[in-house]
């Protein structure tokens, strides 16, 4: 009878599933993040950073995961050559004194089997914040280029840049204080 008991248990912990930590290297050319800010009242302006990195470690039986994201303030892009000089200035990302703006996360929220939040910590200007990511279109699954096993997300969040110290142009608003963050990811599995 204790044997029995024994036996069932011993089954009962075989058939949990063992964690499955998958890690996924975010790819820089469809990742790029974008801002949106109301600009003097009037419309909302966009911008975007060109150069990201990092990965993303999932862990979807365990519902856990991490992100480590990098991105180059100095790829910044407004479409406009003589504002990205002024953003890149002191003015604003200081690009010569801080020239990486970094998120990163041990916080990875699920409901079922989407990650639908990610809460975390962004530094830039030399100043470290909570941030949390909603994270909306979460979908894992074969390239249909490369056949190779992917992920991808769309995440936002709004933050106010006064937080960080950038303050140019507050008292006017151009930029306004609060700024929206999109960011696309996709990631191909290590």
Not at 86 to 112: G, W
């Amino acid at each position: 009878m204790i044997f029995r008991a024994a036996l069932a248990g011993l089954a009962a912990i075989v058939a949990v599933p063992a964690a499955a930590l998958e890690t996924y290297v975010i790819e820089p050319v469809h990742s790029q993040p974008v801002f949106e800010a109301r600009h003097v009242g009037f419309s909302f302006q966009y911008g975007s950073f060109g150069k990201l990195a990092g990965k993303v470690t999932l862990d979807r039986v365990a519902k856990k995961g991490t992100v480590d994201i990098e991105i180059d303030p100095a790829s910044i892009r407004s479409l406009s050559a003589a504002l990205d000089n002024v953003l890149r200035s002191e003015r604003f990302f200081n690009v010569a004194k801080y020239p990486t703006i970094a998120f990163r996360s041990s916080n990875v929220v699920f409901d079922n089997d989407k990650v639908t939040r990610v809460d975390g910590e962004l530094t830039m200007l030399g100043v470290t914040k909570p941030v949390s990511l909603t994270v909306v279109n979460f979908v894992c699954g074969e390239s249909p280029f490369n056949k190779r096993p992917m992920c991808g997300a769309d995440a936002t969040a709004r933050i106010r840049r006064s937080e960080w110290g950038m303050t140019d142009g507050l008292a006017i608003g151009s930029p306004a204080d609060e700024i929206r963050l999109m960011i696309p990811i996709e990631a191909y599995r290590e």
